[in-house]
């Protein structure tokens, strides 16, 4: 491409989990919640005035961060910024606190769209791989680099690395700590107060899992005023819809709702964990809405991943280091899981494959 920037030469995008179009399929791949978000959201954003589509929204999302502060314990919305979900949040902190050839440290495995956000900004990722039971090793307190980015709990493992471990790793390393908890609602603990203690913490959240809001691409992140003043320099404009602004809040008032459909993917994610490994897979304790399922034998784990999919059942199976004998599977709701299950034995048992019908042809298609 003889227009492109020479930075790009070598760039890869980030590919998504896929999003097939067709009906009649069991979607365990991307950590979608399988429950709806509340009912006050869709109340929100029905409310929605023609005069509010033709105007711009508010561009620093305020109201919203006010009631991410008061939920979540904070000083104020001064130690919050939203954004066009927690992918948008992480391009911010990279754009506001790294530069062109700085070094930017992550555990292996993680959340590969770090290291694109990182390629695109022409900075340098540099792994240290987690220990056979997903926790951070020695020399990840060791390693030095500009800024960190750590999912906890981890993804794609769902393992959660000690507040021990998170509390010594602000203290030591020289640099910004974002500490990524997407899935942190599915966990026994979280990070949220580390901003309070260490100045270089930024905590993520993300509407889409524990609120079931993926569409509306929501998230925010929680730090001192000062990291929030630098992340609102290189903000888009308008980076918060007006629908996103208004339906965070609906979701942050139903307390009851949020909490009710957590307790049942926590309950799910133990009959399913349980499941797992009743049937020979190496299943660690997740802490997420997904659990990553190690297999060794015949058939492999990709295999068993195609004959998933020719069933239109949909897991995700990655290509890469240390991942080749695992699946990681999104705790579905008590019939995705009843499915998944029975597909999973006459797969390992050997049955045949049962004939498709039109649905489930259509989905091995694509």
Known sequence: MKYGREILKGVEGYVPGEQ???????????????YPPSPR??????????????KYPDPVSLRLREA??????????????????????????????????DEILSPYPSYTLYETLANLHGSKMRYVDLDGEYQLPEQFYETKARMCFIPRPNAPSG?????????RLCREFNGLVFIDEAYADFADDNCLGFPRVFENA????????????????LGFAIARPEIINELMKVKDSYNV??????????????????KNTV?????????????LRDMGFRVLDSQTN????HWKGAPSAKEIFEALRARAIIVRYFNARRLENAMRITVGNEREIEALIDALRAILSGEPMPPPDDAAATAVLV
């Not at 959201?41 to 033709?54: D, F, G, K, N, P």
């Not at 997904?290 to 399922?293: D, E, G, P, Q």
Request: charged share 20%; proline share 3%; net charge neutral.
């Open 263 to 275: 307790s049942k993917i926590r309950n799910n994610r133990a009959w399913l964990t349980q499941a």
């Open 41 to 54: 959201v869709l109340q929100a954003v029905q409310e929605i005035s023609t005069e509010w589509l033709r």
């Open 241 to 258: 819809n007006i629908v996103a602004q208004l339906g965070g809040v609906a979701a942050l008032e139903d307390r009851e709702h949020f």
């Open 159 to 167: 393992v959660a690395s000690g507040q021990k471990a998170m509390e």
């Open 68 to 101: 991410i502060a008061e939920h979540y314990g904070v000083a104020g919305p001064e130690c919050v910024i939203a954004g066009n979900g927690m992918d948008d949040i992480l391009a911010m902190a990279i754009r506001a606190f790294a530069d062109p050839g």
């Open 202 to 217: 930024i905590i993520g959240r993300t509407f889409s899992k524990s609120y079931a809001l993926c569409g509306l691409r």
């Open 290 to 293: 997904f659990v990553l399922a």
């Open 20 to 34: 097939p179009k067709m009906k009649n399929i069991i979607k365990l791949n991307t950590n979608e919640n399988p």
